[in-house]
């Protein structure tokens, strides 16, 4: 039995830090936020099964551009294949970086929030060990004021048993201001998650 999403294709496209960087090409698109060294260039490798698509940095703070990617991504045992866009935005809250850096990352995160056209969902990242910081509440909050359709990933799900892994989730949710809030726990070296995240974008980006 084939799986219902199966990613056929996945390559770098470009980087930019300006609109007019953006791809011409226009293809609904997911972005994938959070803090620094949450695991997102992790995440999205084993998202896409090519180890080294996204750049993994031990050092927080080295993505300080939007790197976009296309995939192709065929449904349902169909034959065709269909293109999206992934998005790798900076992470926030590096307390090293320079105040300048800062600033200059949020300004051009958020023009691309506001501009994207083809941008159907974000993907917000958060450390599953760790209660959300201001800075995740404030992107949480942010991206639901301008009616941005959030899915919050709890990454790193293989550093905790089954337990906490619970208890971190109620606090996630409590934290964050919604106690129904669905969280999905990813874990890249057991995979998990994996298929869940396809079935989303799926909904999001192809339906």
């Given at each position: 039995?084939?799986?219902?999403?199966?990613?056929?294709?996945?390559?770098?496209?470009?980087?930019?830090?300006?609109?007019?960087?953006?791809?011409e090409?226009?293809?609904?698109?997911?972005a994938?936020?959070?803090?620094?060294?949450?695991?997102k260039s992790?995440?999205?490798?084993s998202?896409?099964?090519i180890?080294?698509?996204?750049?993994?940095?031990?050092?927080?703070g080295?993505?300080?551009?939007?790197?976009?990617?296309?995939?192709?991504?065929r449904?349902?045992g169909?034959?065709?294949r269909?293109?999206?866009?992934?998005?790798?935005l900076?992470g926030?809250?590096?307390?090293?970086?320079?105040?300048e850096?800062?600033?200059?990352?949020a300004?051009?995160?958020?023009e691309?929030?506001l501009?994207?056209?083809n941008?159907?969902?974000?993907?917000?990242?958060?450390?599953?060990?760790h209660?959300?910081?201001?800075?995740?509440?404030k992107?949480?909050?942010?991206?639901?004021?301008?009616?941005?359709?959030?899915?919050?990933?709890?990454?790193k799900?293989?550093?905790?048993?089954?337990?906490a892994?619970q208890?971190?989730l109620?606090?996630?949710r409590?934290?964050?201001?919604?106690?129904?809030?669905?969280?999905?726990p990813?874990?890249v070296p057991k995979?998990?998650?994996?298929?869940?995240?396809?079935?989303?974008m799926?909904?999001y980006l192809?339906?």
């Amino acid at each position: 039995m084939s799986e219902p999403v199966v990613i056929t294709k996945a390559a770098y496209l470009a980087s930019a830090v300006r609109r007019d960087q953006y791809p011409e090409e226009q293809c609904p698109a997911a972005a994938f936020i959070g803090r620094s060294n949450v695991g997102k260039s992790s995440l999205i490798n084993s998202l896409t099964r090519i180890r080294q698509l996204a750049h993994v940095s031990g050092k927080p703070g080295k993505t300080q551009t939007i790197n976009f990617y296309e995939l192709l991504m065929r449904i349902d045992g169909g034959e065709e294949r269909h293109p999206v866009h992934l998005v790798d935005l900076p992470g926030y809250g590096y307390a090293k970086a320079a105040r300048e850096s800062r600033n200059t990352w949020a300004k051009f995160i958020e023009e691309y929030f506001l501009h994207a056209e083809n941008l159907h969902f974000v993907a917000l990242l958060l450390d599953i060990r760790h209660a959300p910081m201001t800075s995740d509440c404030k992107m949480f909050d942010w991206l639901v004021a301008h009616d941005i359709p959030v899915l919050v990933i709890a990454t790193k799900a293989d550093k905790l048993g089954r337990t906490a892994r619970q208890k971190q989730l109620s606090l996630m949710r409590r934290t964050l201001g919604v106690p129904d809030l669905s969280i999905l726990p990813y874990s890249v070296p057991k995979n998990e998650g994996r298929t869940e995240l396809l079935d989303v974008m799926k909904e999001y980006l192809l339906e």
